[in-house]
């Protein structure tokens, strides 16, 4: 028997193997540590592995697409049928070609007896180590295939990884650490909200030691789905004693149907290792998340600082106080002035007006011009909030069209704070959207939106009566696309109650994610550490918020609210004509504070870390020069605080520490990297609920 291909592919501290064969599925070798580059794997896997008793004849090593019906006992790649035939898949041939050498491969597998095709690209960039996979399948027999699951990606995990941390949540928690043991039983998560959701991110991390001990050192897996839709992940036990990762889209019954060519593409799966434990997995993610942006003007410029009126004012809009928000706010320094909620026709509340986009004349009788250009005129940028994909059943829109919302017949119009989700994929609606937020957009000087989506999808069947989850998504993507087509210098911000629509998939048509509708600093610390695990900083959106947080009704000081606020992407969101001097005042110093630092916060490596005691802290920056940020955010149990241990930098330097905010005293001192590492820097007494900001520069 001839010898396999080996298909190699380096990143800068990772490395995928595959064993490909002509007549079978492409076999994982490797997936995880780099290999030198003249280690071609020891043995041929197949056919190599002596059989078990009780088994079939024929070995079955997890491959690139597991078969199913064949002898592979686990979960397979692709379930499909033909009206109750073609039940089983197996590759029958493989052909294979280099996109870019050592890089990204390109495989065709083909099932000539099951009539289809996928085909599979896995690309390794060594800039992040990030291997993005891409999935497309194409039906080849006659009738329609039902498709119940495509795998995006199937992932291989050694028998070492014994944990996994994914995040689960709700609206105002999202982000909540789920930390498991992987056993012989199957991990599994699902997610049927319609949206990306608050309750299951696409995505995970795999350890070998706990997460809490897997910080910043040791091996670590991740992967994400860049979906904004229904889906699954699973980890499942494998005979060998490894593991499969697969993650892909979760269709609804019947939602996947191909006639003879037809073709089903998933979404991209975004996969990485590092030996440097959560954080590096993490660097790797907000790396990769970065090269896939899409700016206007195809850079970032600095991220503005940003009022949002929402909880300043609710539906409580009015010129005159609008005029003096937009005054207070340049004031403090302020860039961008977005206008929430409830500047279009008969929105005074939220039980009416969605979809009837035209400006309110009973609130602005001129229209927005003159807010608009009152904003302009102070220097700052202008905003709008807008959530196209909704509609109220009282507004003109759904009297006119109530054929247009997504619904199942005999079923009722179940509402989700009081309004339905419009079928986007009808393109009489998608016109029309397109053609009223085009007259607003094209009349004003509007550079930004906030783009919402506040409920989940129930009862979301299309024209047709089937189920059309998948395809309002990628509606929903196209709609953005179109839109910014036709205006590409606006930047969008994506929001769903908070943080349920945050997702690569959107990342690539959005420039900042609203991480969550709470805005209370403590809870706001572990919602932004989660969203990093997955996501640079200058997506997220960080808030500061009234004194008395209005989802919580806690209380916490300016210094602290604007500290947690500071590392993402700064924004205020309350009434500034209501602050104190002396309020303002320090609001002031914090905006200036940012704009001083933003570029380091939002360019360089992010590291987390935990000091116990109620303590964590956040670097910014490189090994050579950061930012850390300390919080203490419960009070302190100890007589004396634990010192601030930072792994991250260079035992070989120096560094000058100079305390930029928080009091430290002495204010300035010089220590080695090396006792930095392993002893760390002595810090304050702290109380609960307040910060310090060090500026860290290797000498």
């Known amino acids: 028997m001839a010898a396999p291909d080996v298909i190699v592919l380096h990143g800068r501290a990772s490395s995928a193997v595959l064993e490909v064969w002509p007549d079978c599925a492409p076999l994982?070798?490797?997936?995880?540590?780099?290999?030198?580059?003249?280690?071609?794997?020891?043995?041929?896997?197949?056919?190599?592995?002596?059989?078990?008793?009780?088994?079939?004849?024929?070995?079955e090593p997890l491959s690139l697409l597991p078969a199913s019906g064949t002898g592979w006992f686990g979960t397979p790649g692709l379930m499909a049928h033909r009206d109750g035939r073609d039940f089983t898949f197996e590759a029958t041939a493989c052909t294979w070609a280099w996109a870019v050498p050592?890089?990204?491969?390109?495989?065709?597998?083909?099932?000539?007896?099951?009539?289809?095709?996928?085909?599979?690209t896995l690309d390794l960039d060594p800039a992040t180590d990030t291997l993005t996979l891409s999935t497309t399948l194409t039906s080849q027999g006659e009738g329609m295939l039902d498709v119940l699951w495509l795998a995006a990606a199937v992932l291989p995990l050694p028998v070492q990884a014994g944990f996994v941390r994914s995040f689960g949540g709700r609206h105002n928690s999202e982000f909540v650490v789920c930390d498991d043991v992987l056993s012989r039983a199957t991990w599994l998560k699902e997610n049927r909200r319609?949206?990306?959701?608050?309750?299951?991110?696409?995505?995970?991390?795999?350890?070998?030691?706990?997460?809490?001990?897997?910080?910043?050192?040791?091996?670590?897996?991740?992967?994400?789905?860049?979906?904004?839709?229904?889906?699954?992940?699973?980890?499942e036990w494998i005979d060998d004693a490894t593991r499969q990762w697969q993650l892909g889209v979760l269709p609804a019954p019947g939602e996947v149907r191909l006639a003879k060519g037809g073709v089903l593409v998933a979404p991209d799966v975004l996969a990485t290792f590092s030996c440097e434990g959560l954080n590096?997995?993490?660097?790797?993610?907000?790396?990769?998340?970065?090269?896939?942006m899409s700016w206007p003007g195809t850079t970032m410029k600095p991220r503005p600082v940003h009022l949002n009126t929402w909880e300043g004012v609710y539906f409580d809009l009015d010129e005159a106080r609008l005029f003096a928000m937009a005054d207070a706010a340049a004031s403090l320094g302020i860039e961008r002035f977005v206008l929430d909620d409830g500047w279009f026709k008969g929105r005074r509340h939220d039980r009416a007006g969605l979809g009837d986009w035209q400006v309110d004349a009973?609130?602005?009788?001129?229209?927005?011009?003159?807010?608009?250009?009152?904003?302009?005129?102070?220097?700052?940028?202008?905003?709008?909030?807008?959530?196209?994909?909704?509609?109220?059943?009282?507004?003109?829109?759904?009297?006119?069209?109530?054929?247009?919302?997504?619904?199942?017949?005999?079923?009722?119009?179940?509402?989700?704070?009081?309004?339905?989700?419009?079928?986007?994929?009808?393109?009489?609606?998608?016109d029309h959207l397109f053609a009223a937020l085009e007259a607003v957009l094209a009349e004003l000087p509007v550079s930004y939106l906030k783009w919402d989506h506040n409920r989940a999808l129930t009862h979301a069947g299309g024209r047709d009566g089937r189920a059309g989850l998948m395809t309002q998504v990628q509606a929903a993507w196209t709609f953005i696309d179109r839109l910014r087509a036709r205006f590409p210098a606006i930047e969008i911000e994506a929001c769903a109650g908070g943080g349920g629509r945050i997702d690569a998939g959107l990342a690539r048509r959005v420039h900042r994610f609203w991480t969550s509708d709470c805005i209370d600093a403590v809870s706001r610390v572990a919602i932004q550490r989660g969203f990093l695990h997955f996501m640079p900083p200058e997506l997220m959106g960080a808030h500061v918020g009234a004194a008395r947080a209005h989802t919580t009704g806690r209380r916490q000081s300016l210094g602290f609210r604007a500290a947690v606020a500071l590392p993402g992407h700064f924004g205020?969101?309350?009434?500034?004509?209501?602050?104190?001097?002396?309020?303002?005042?320090?609001?002031?110093a914090a905006i200036a504070t940012y704009k001083s630092h933003r570029d380091r916060f939002h360019t360089?490596?992010?590291?987390?870390?935990?000091?116990?005691?109620?303590?964590?802290?956040?670097?910014?920056?490189?090994?050579?020069?950061?930012?850390?940020?300390?919080?203490?955010?419960a009070p302190s149990a100890q007589r004396l605080p634990p010192p601030l241990v930072l792994p991250q930098v260079d035992p070989g330097l120096s560094y000058r520490v100079t305390v930029l905010d928080g009091g430290m005293t002495p204010a300035r001192q010089e220590i080695a990297g090396g006792w930095l590492q392993v002893q760390g820097l002595d810090l304050p007494l702290m109380k609960a609920?307040?910060?310090?900001?060090?500026?860290?520069?290797?000498?």
């Open 194 to 235: 319609g949206l990306t959701s608050h309750e299951a991110f696409p995505g995970a991390l795999a350890t070998v030691l706990p997460a809490a001990h897997s910080q910043h050192a040791g091996p670590a897996w991740g992967a994400q789905l860049a979906w904004s839709g229904n889906h699954a992940q699973r980890i």
């Open 28 to 59: 994982w070798r490797h997936w995880g540590a780099r290999l030198p580059d003249d280690a071609p794997p020891p043995s041929v896997l197949r056919h190599a592995r002596p059989l078990a008793t009780f088994s079939t004849d024929q070995d």
């Open 102 to 120: 050592g890089r990204s491969a390109c495989l065709t597998l083909l099932d000539d007896v099951a009539s289809v095709q996928v085909e599979i």
């Open 280 to 292: 590096g997995v993490a660097q790797n993610f907000q790396g990769s998340i970065r090269s896939r």
């Open 362 to 430: 009973g609130v602005f009788p001129k229209g927005l011009g003159p807010l608009a250009a009152h904003v302009t005129g102070l220097g700052m940028e202008f905003g709008v909030w807008i959530e196209p994909e909704m509609v109220n059943p009282d507004s003109d829109l759904y009297r006119a069209h109530p054929d247009w919302a997504l619904r199942v017949a005999g079923r009722p119009a179940m509402t989700a704070r009081n309004q339905l989700v419009l079928d986007l994929s009808n393109p009489a609606v998608a």
């Open 572 to 588: 205020v969101e309350l009434d500034p004509t209501t602050l104190p001097p002396v309020e303002a005042d320090r609001l002031r």
């Open 604 to 633: 360089g490596a992010v590291w987390q870390g935990d000091c116990g005691d109620g303590v964590v802290w956040q670097g910014h920056g490189s090994a050579q020069s950061m930012l850390v940020q300390v919080l203490r955010v």
């Open 689 to 699: 609920e307040t910060a310090l900001l060090l500026d860290l520069t290797g000498l």
